[in-house]
């Protein structure tokens, strides 16, 4: 099965089907069993009809027929209730399957993501799911088709499914008998007055902003629902009768922006999970302090700015806390409430379960000095510690949170609580627009960020000139050895990254470099001294950067040194006095192993490459270049007897708008270059180029102009949010 899975790869049914019978046989030597199985399927209108059809409906049955646990049949066809080619989140997966009862036998939140993760796998595995955007996952439409017969077969416990087929009103059809019923993504405009379904179990009504309300008789009597979804309708009011919702597990009520009043929740004693993203009211009913069986509630980017005090403190079986909303004046005093306080942070410490915590604090002054004797459980964390807080920062993932610190301040004068729980355990840290950074090291020191995988640097830093100064540093203590990932963005003080010798084995692990809009920064972005500690650098993005005139510097180094052996993309764009790429002679090998290389709105820079080092772009596959008026040639010339310059990988070549190009390499085209494997040149406005292409090229193609201009979008909108417009 495994096998007949891997080879219909995820996506192609007519693959995955010759894939089956190479690994099962003919399937006719099961027919009649399996043509019993179908007759036996209520859905008729889903059981195929020609025999293509129903062949690909008994491989699929197979494949899930052989599934070796329930929990991932049950998985499956929980993703079915989503529409068609959806994009289906892998974290409301999990809340509908723990509100459902699945994953019942899993202690904790975590571990029960931990094993609908590996559902999530062996269902992919076995050729039932696909991979999605980030945190998703979809189902193919023929997979999606057979798992709806299925869930309306099941005997007790049918699932009925019209999501996102436009439906205007209630369907008729949708009554007893049913488990499960979802029909999001449509129009509905109006809810029946009575729901008639004693054994609903799942109710999926997101996504339809006409039901402005639901009827005082929708839930008559105490009932089996389970799990409810009400996200993104435009209801303002939950009716009293919400209170038979005795088994109510897990409740969505994400970006409900007319609701005026949720304290019927409070009477919901069972609820485990409750959603409430973008809950648009400033103040956050005390009520919900009465759900002592609450294991997670997420309020991300809520317009809340009033939590009652000790309504946190009473959710003690609280898991996961997601409150990256407006509230951040933790303790602070209700205006015109005399002697009412807001929840302190100390309630978040009590919380003995917690294990996730996502939280936005105005000042670290609302930290407690020091948590006696509480042990603290912080697996993952969201922390933002900053005076200036945006939706941006807000909504900044919809992902599992890593262990991630943001800040407006330096961790010196944080408490060592915060330091040992927090700080210590960071893989990112953020500083935007803080006061009183001078030198990343004394940060790195008193935070003990031995483990820290990304840093960020946003915005102001007015004292910061020289990002890391090792004049000070004990040459046998290296640095930064776990960082994988660093990005500067607006950092109008700083002059150089590096001031003095960093000793060895620092910055070992770095990956990524960015740097955006640091105006000040004039000579070499990397000088020599710092490349040679770069040895695992893959991807450099320089962007905006008004004075640097080099991007690596040379001086005193050897030119048999071997440097950025790893190095796979680099993107320049909007370097307007880049002169060149080196101040001086660069190592020849030094780009071995360089695939993308994208410059634009370099308008100083006259040429690319020297002929030497241009011999070493053997991996060079994708090059574009665009709008360097000055770019006369894209190689300088060579004095040796060399007639040609090679590019074996070399598949994807854009020039545009280079008014001055004549030649790619020499003055008088003397020197030809071999690209045997190029598919796409795309030439515009360069008036004066000599186009010697081969006729079976592709010239100016739209889908490679396309490409480019999207690659161009994502790359030049860095990990912060901020854009740079390159038009």
Aim: net charge negative.
């Amino acid at each position: 099965m495994e096998q007949a899975a891997k080879a219909f790869g995820h996506k192609y049914m007519a693959e995955w089907n010759t894939a089956v019978s190479k690994a099962f046989g003919d399937m006719s030597d099961n027919d009649d069993e399996l043509q019993k199985a179908a007759r036996e399927v209520n859905a008729s209108q889903l059981v195929p009809t020609n025999k293509d059809e129903r062949d690909t409906f008994k491989r699929i049955q197979l494949t899930y027929n052989t599934l070796r646990f329930d929990d991932a049949k049950s998985f499956f066809l929980l993703c079915c209730m989503f529409p068609e080619d959806y994009d289906i989140p892998i974290e409301k997966l999990l809340k509908y399957s723990i509100g459902k009862g699945l994953l019942h036998y899993s202690d904790t939140l975590q571990e029960a993501r931990a094993r609908a993760h590996s559902l999530i796998a062996y269902l992919q595995a076995s050729g039932l799911l696909l991979d999605g955007k980030k945190g998703c996952i979809k189902m193919h439409c023929e997979i999606r088709n057979v798992a709806m017969s299925f869930a309306l077969s099941e005997e007790g416990h049918a699932f009925f499914i019209k999501a996102g087929c436009d439906l205007k009103d209630w369907p008729m059809d949708a009554h007893e008998g049913y488990s499960a019923i979802s029909l999001m993504g449509n129009n509905l405009n109006k809810l029946p007055e009575t729901l008639v379904c004693s054994e609903l179990q799942i109710l999926l009504l997101q996504n339809n902003d006409g039901i402005s309300e639901i009827p005082e008789t929708f839930f008559q009597s105490p009932n089996a629902l389970r799990v409810f979804d009400l996200s993104y309708t435009g209801i303002s009011v939950l009716p009293s009768s919400f209170n038979l919702l005795t088994n109510l597990q897990a409740l969505h009520l994400d970006c409900c922006n007319r609701i005026t009043d949720i304290s019927v929740l409070g009477k919901l004693k069972k609820v485990e999970i409750l959603s409430l993203r973008k809950f648009p009211h400033k103040d956050l009913p005390k009520e919900i302090g009465n759900l002592t069986s609450l294991r997670m509630l997420d309020v991300t980017g809520g317009h809340v700015h009033k939590i009652p005090s000790k309504v946190i403190s009473r959710l003690y079986r609280l898991e996961e806390l997601y409150m990256r909303c407006e509230f951040g004046d933790w303790g602070s005093k209700v205006e015109e409430a005399v002697g009412e306080t807001n929840a302190d942070f100390d309630e978040i410490i009590g919380l003995s379960h917690l294990n996730i915590l996502k939280v936005y604090i105005s000042d670290a002054a609302c930290l407690p000095i020091d948590i006696g004797n509480f042990e603290l459980n912080w697996i993952k964390f969201d922390i933002c510690i900053s005076r200036y807080f945006s939706s941006e920062l807000m909504l900044s993932s919809n992902e599992q949170p890593s262990r991630t610190l943001t800040l407006d301040r330096t961790i010196n004068g944080l408490s060592d609580w915060f330091i040992n729980i927090v700080t210590e355990k960071a893989e990112r840290l953020e500083y935007r627009e803080g006061k009183g950074l001078n030198n990343i090291l004394e940060e790195y020191e008193h935070g003990r960020l031995h483990g820290l995988k990304h840093l960020s640097l946003i915005g102001c830093h007015e004292n910061l000139e020289g990002l890391i100064d090792a004049t000070t540093w004990d040459p046998s203590k290296p640095v930064f050895e776990s960082l994988e990932e660093l990005h500067l963005l607006h950092l109008q003080c700083l002059k150089e990254l590096c001031v003095g010798e960093l000793p060895v084995g620092s910055l070992c692990k770095l990956k990524l470099l960015k740097v955006q809009t640091c105006r000040n920064l004039v000579n070499a972005l990397l000088p020599p001294k710092l490349l040679q500690r770069l040895t695992n650098l893959e991807t450099i993005f320089c962007v905006n950067m008004e004075h640097m005139k080099y991007l690596f510097g040379s001086e005193g180094l050897d030119l048999g040194t071997i440097l950025l052996t790893k190095l796979r993309e680099m993107r320049l764009c909007a370097l307007f006095e880049l002169i060149s790429i080196w101040n001086g002679p660069a190592p020849r090998a030094v780009f071995g192993n360089l695939k993308v290389l994208a410059v634009c709105k370099c308008t100083k820079l006259k040429i690319l490459f020297p002929f030497d080092v241009a011999q070493s772009l053997v991996q060079l596959e994708d090059l574009s270049i665009e709008r360097c008026p000055n770019l006369a040639r894209v190689i300088e010339a060579s004095n040796s007897f060399d007639r040609y310059i090679f590019f074996p990988q070399l598949k994807k070549l854009a020039m545009i708008n280079l008014s001055e190009l004549t030649w790619f390499c020499t003055e008088n085209g003397s020197m030809g270059i071999e690209c045997p494997l190029l598919e796409y040149l795309y030439v515009d406005e360069c008036p004066q180029f000599k186009n010697t292409a081969s006729a079976s090229v592709i010239l100016n193609d739209q889908q490679h102009l396309n490409s480019l201009a999207k690659s161009h979008a994502i790359k030049s909108k860095d990990i912060f949010g901020y854009s740079y417009n390159t038009s």
